[in-house]
């Protein structure tokens, strides 16, 4: 069985509003705003796993921290760069691995002498 795609458009907003438990109005002014970015198929919009985990998480800053939108776009910007330098590092890390493996293994054909 393949793995869901979270970032697949498959909700409209009807659906999305229920989920998030926020207006539609207050979902498009979301849009507007730039906070959350739907797909479009003929006039439809269609939001993702991804686009309801990010309003969910809109709606707790708001209304659980008070935080307004400005700062809730900042913060945003912030957790999605992390996430990206999140990766960076693994990626990283895992060349570190590998670069250190082959040292080793030259080390150990050259009688633990770096060539």
């Known amino acids: 069985m393949a793995a869901h795609d979270r970032t697949e458009p498959v909700y409209m907003i009807g659906v999305v509003a229920e989920l998030t438990h926020m207006h539609a109005q207050t979902i ?8 959350v970015t739907p797909q479009r198929r003929n006039k439809n919009r269609l939001y993702s796993e991804t686009d309801v985990e990010r309003l969910r998480r809109i709606r707790r800053l ?9 700062g809730v776009q900042v913060i945003l910007d912030l957790l999605e760069r992390l996430e990206q330098l999140q990766v960076e590092r693994d990626s990283l890390h895992q060349r570190s691995q590998f670069i250190e493996d082959r040292i080793r293994e030259l080390m150990a054909q050259n009688g633990g002498q770096f060539p």
């Not at 979301?30 to 906070?35: A, H």
């Open 28 to 35: 498009r002014l979301y849009e507007r705003l730039g906070l």
């Open 62 to 70: 708001t209304q659980e921290m008070g935080v307004n939108l400005a």
